[in-house]
């Protein structure tokens, strides 16, 4: 690809165009696509998760589903079922709604953990089993997953495990009250998402995360990113610290974010800003600690301030 920095930025002024006042946001959604990740939405209804996943999945020209989350949804209804035709007497494959490119896991914590586990296998090797039939699912491939952190009824948390496949966590937030208004202005007649048109290939994508991957990292950033991992690991206020594929996360994740930036190669200020949206899901802190109000990015930013910055060699070539 010849501009890769280029197409990322069209992929991002395009879905801004609907998600109105969350740049960050917005680019980090398109780190987690070009990563080859999935991308974990934690906030309140109305804040814009769903049009999120359908901008992201119009700009780049990528075939969408959205899976509606609830307590008797089965793990059939996720990954498809074999039906019997009595014509020709065989059993057919109906594929089901994970079979897409970017999929929208809407409320995932309101399905049972029997569900919820039915995800795992697409998350993690991009292809489903059923009836003892592995199926490859389509590239690019990426899971979108929303859950209202305020409500707790009727929800099952979602097990580390699951957690742990998930790239990225962001929070959307409520717009401040200018783009509120603008919100409210560019749809009093029509949705701005019904005039959204592809600026991309599904097969750019393919190749952006084939340039994500080239983007070089200096061994002493490397060391960086795992010193960062082990010491929460071994954080006193810490359960359970991030693991080698929280490690993996935020080294993926840094080289997308200096192609973005227009550079070659990672440097620290890369990890210490991703840092808080790959390694905060995963961490899961001790009882104790959450009873004096320690949270998993409090110590993320301790773990960041104690860990001393690679020095003047990073960078170099």
């Not at 209804?45 to 992201?56: I, N, Q, S």
């Not at 057919?92 to 809407?106: H, N």
């Not at 080289?255 to 840092?275: C, E, F, H, S, T």
């Amino acid at each position: 690809m010849d501009d890769p920095q280029g197409s990322i930025q069209r992929i991002t002024q395009n879905v801004e165009r609907v998600i109105l006042g969350k740049s960050r946001e917005v680019q980090l959604a398109v780190i987690a696509l070009v990563s080859n990740g999935h991308l974990l939405v934690e906030d309140v209804p109305g804040t814009g998760k769903t049009m999120l996943a359908r901008a992201l999945a119009v700009s780049t020209g990528c075939s969408f589903t959205r899976i509606q989350f609830t307590p008797d949804l089965l793990p059939s209804d996720v990954t498809g079922v074999s039906i019997y035709n009595q014509k020709s007497g065989d059993f057919e494959w109906r594929a089901g709604p994970i079979v897409a490119q970017i999929v929208l896991a809407d409320e995932i914590n309101r399905a049972t953990p029997k569900t919820q586990s039915a995800m795992l296998e697409a998350m993690e090797e991009r292809q489903i089993t059923v009836d003892g039939v592995t199926r490859s699912l389509p590239q690019p491939f990426m899971v979108m997953a929303t859950q209202n952190p305020v409500e707790y009824e009727g929800t099952f948390p979602l097990p580390e495990a699951q957690l742990d496949r998930f790239l990225l966590r962001l929070h959307l937030g409520y717009p401040n009250q200018a783009d509120e208004v603008a919100v409210l202005e560019g749809q009093q007649e029509h949705h701005p998402i019904g005039y959204l048109q592809p600026v991309l290939e599904p097969e750019a994508i393919l190749d952006l995360q084939a340039a994500v991957r080239g983007i070089w990292v200096d061994p002493l950033i490397k060391q960086y990113i795992v010193e960062i991992a082990s010491a929460t690991r071994d954080h006193p206020a810490v359960f359970l610290g991030a693991s080698p594929r929280g490690s993996l996360a935020l080294f993926r994740c840094a080289q997308a974010q200096a192609l973005i930036d227009g550079r070659d190669y990672v440097q620290p200020d890369d990890i210490k800003d991703l840092a808080p949206y790959v390694l905060g899901h995963r961490i899961i802190v001790s009882p104790t600690a959450q009873a004096r109000g320690t949270d998993a990015n409090a110590i993320v930013q301790e773990t960041l301030q104690r860990i001393t910055v690679p020095g003047a060699r990073v960078g170099a070539r």
